[in-house]
T-cell receptor
Framework: DAKTTQPPSMDCAEGRAANLPCNHSTISGNEYVYWYRQIHSQGPQYIIHGLKNNETNEMASLIITEDRKSSTLILPHATLRDTAVYYCIVLGSNDYKLSFGAGTTVTVRA | EAGVAQSPRYKIIEKRQSVAFWCNPISGHATLYWYQQILGQGPKLLIQFQNNGVVDDSQLPKDRFSAERLKGVDSTLKIQPAKLEDSAVYLC?????????????FGQGTRLTVV
């Protein structure tokens, strides 16, 4: 049973911000939202995670709604190297099962 | 810090043959994951270890797949006998504790082709 819903694909112009939505309406109070990405022919790479508050690191920002039912990953200045599949994951608080869905294929165009 | 090491990178076998994959996680990481990724799909969790104990193997096809993590460090995943539908990339990942506030690190994967 999928815990998250993401659009299958989206395009973004190079140099612009990319906003990737994720719905997780059944999230529990102590479950974290994680984002990973997978560039072609590589293993997934951790991007960022959060619980309630918005988070920012050198790669991206994570905005979580107040009711925690959805979140948005923001790549502030997309580059061609950001072309990848992006996965939004809710990490179970009991089993810590890191389960991937289909993700969003993001294509950054010059 | 060295990353997660996997070998081999590529393997081609005939159906009904056996194959084994090896994973060396990041030093000190207690949690180890094996995933199967079929072309065009997201990674599917096969088995999760915490040290040398199995936390979850609900999606591991136990009639043909087996995995072990001796001494809580390296791990091997075996398929015996292989089927055509086992063609996929097999990914290994590790994390320090496996808790809900830790990131996982992935290896490059082993691409298996069954002919």
């Amino acid at each position: 049973d999928a815990k998250t819903t993401q659009p299958p694909s989206m395009d973004c112009a190079e140099g612009r911000a990319a906003n990737l939505p994720c719905n997780h309406s059944t999230i529990s109070g102590n479950e974290y939202v994680y984002w990973y990405r997978q560039i072609h022919s590589q293993g997934p790479q951790y991007i960022i995670h959060g619980l309630k508050n918005n988070e920012t690191n050198e790669m991206a920002s994570l905005i979580i709604t107040e009711d925690r039912k959805s979140s948005t990953l923001i790549l502030p200045h997309a580059t061609l190297r950001d072309t990848a599949v992006y996965y939004c994951i809710v990490l179970g608080s009991n089993d810590y099962k890191l389960s991937f869905g289909a993700g969003t294929t993001v294509t950054v165009r010059a | 810090e060295a990353g997660v090491a996997q070998s081999p990178r590529y393997k081609i076998i005939e159906k009904r043959q056996s194959v084994a994959f090896w994973c060396n996680p990041i030093s000190g990481h207690a949690t180890l994951y094996w995933y199967q990724q079929i072309l065009g799909q997201g990674p599917k969790l096969l088995i999760q270890f915490q040290n040398n104990g199995v936390v979850d193997d609900s999606q591991l096809p136990k009639d043909r797949f087996s995995a072990e993590r001796l001494k809580g460090v390296d791990s091997t995943l075996k398929i015996q006998p292989a089927k055509l539908e086992d063609s996929a990339v097999y990914l290994c990942a590790s994390s320090s504790t496996g808790g809900s506030n830790t990131e996982a690190f992935f290896g490059q994967g082993t691409r298996l082709t069954v002919v």
